[in-house]
Each structure stands twice: as structure tokens, then as C-alpha cells.
């Protein structure tokens, strides 16, 4: 069994179904080169749906729900790449994250939110891989009402 899979299976993770994305008009990852490139996702259950609870983080949700939808948000980065890229021991570096939340108006917490993504990333991938550059931002709004949306890129073995 290849390491990273054999990670998660140590880790009891179960990666979820990639989200559904046939009736939108972009991919949900983009290989160029040496890159992967993902597009922004939202969190989502074992079956590819949107996850719940939705809302503002700092508002109708805590920052430790915030927290685990971007935790969410991780395990649909991995399976996009595992749909993608056939296998996750491809990945030879996590390049960035660019985390959004969507925030109540004065919740500045960010960077907490989308330690539940890059925690993750950290656990399955361990710091030599998964160490990656990040921003953490606030949004007015996202998409679905959604409490967290990322994008990642990472580069692999050709």
C-alpha cells in the first residue's frame, strides 16, 4: 500500500467523495507542469454534498465548527488529489492554502479557523510535505452560505 494511503488508514481517515461539480463550468483541480492546482472547496460530507452546519463563523456558528469545516475542507483538497493524480505519493510538497471564512461582522479569529485544514494536511502528510505557505482571510460571504472555502496548490512527480 502506498505511505500516504497507508497514513489515513492508520489515522482511521476516510476520504469523502469528490464534489459533484459536472453542471459547473470549471475543474475542481488543474495539473500544469509540476503543479496541481485546486480550485476553491467547500466542506462536504462522506457523499460529495455540501457538508452542514452552514453559516457565518462568529455568528450562527463557533470558531471550533469553523474549525472543523475546514478540517472538512481538507479531506475533499486530498480526495480531489487522489481523483486526480491516481496516488497521493505523488505529492511532493504542499506549495499554499488560501483559506476563506466566512465571517461575522468583528470575528477576525481567521487563522484558527483554517488551522483545521493545515493541521490536517500536517497529520496525513507530515511536515517535510506538508509544510505549505497560507493566507487566512474574511469574507462577507461565501458561497451555499458555506462556513469555509479553500484553494491549494501543490507540486508533484511528473
Not at 482571510?137 to 462556513?147: C, E, I, K, Q, R
Given at each position: 500500500m502506498a505511505e500516504i494511503e497507508q497514513r489515513l488508514q492508520d489515522l482511521g481517515i476516510t476520504l469523502p467523495q469528490p464534489m459533484n461539480t459536472a453542471s459547473l463550468p470549471f475543474e475542481l483541480s488543474r495539473t500544469v507542469g509540476d503543479r496541481a492546482i485546486l480550485s476553491g472547496h467547500v466542506?462536504?460530507?462522506?457523499?460529495?454534498?455540501?457538508?452542514?452546519?452552514?453559516?457565518?463563523?462568529?455568528?450562527?456558528l463557533?470558531?471550533?465548527?469553523?474549525?472543523?469545516?475546514?478540517?472538512?475542507?481538507?479531506?475533499?483538497?486530498?480526495?480531489t488529489l487522489k481523483a486526480s493524480l491516481g496516488d497521493l505519493d505523488r505529492i511532493v510538497e504542499w506549495v499554499r492554502l488560501?483559506?476563506?471564512?466566512?465571517?461575522?461582522?468583528?470575528f477576525n479569529a481567521l487563522p484558527g479557523v483554517i488551522n483545521g485544514c493545515s493541521d490536517l494536511i500536517?497529520?496525513?502528510f507530515g511536515s517535510e510535505?506538508?509544510?505549505?505557505?497560507?493566507?487566512?482571510?474574511?469574507?462577507?460571504?461565501?458561497?451555499?452560505?458555506?462556513?469555509?472555502?479553500?484553494?491549494?496548490?501543490?507540486?508533484i512527480h511528473t
Open positions: 466542506p462536504i460530507a462522506t457523499d460529495g454534498s455540501i457538508a452542514k452546519p452552514l453559516g457565518k463563523v462568529g455568528g450562527q463557533t470558531p471550533e465548527q469553523g474549525y472543523e469545516a475546514a478540517r472538512q475542507v481538507g479531506l475533499g483538497l486530498i480526495a488560501f483559506g476563506m471564512v466566512n465571517a461575522a461582522p468583528g500536517l497529520e496525513v510535505i506538508g509544510a505549505h505557505a497560507r493566507s487566512a482571510v474574511g469574507m462577507a460571504a461565501l458561497p451555499f452560505d458555506v462556513p469555509v472555502e479553500i484553494e491549494a496548490e501543490v507540486r
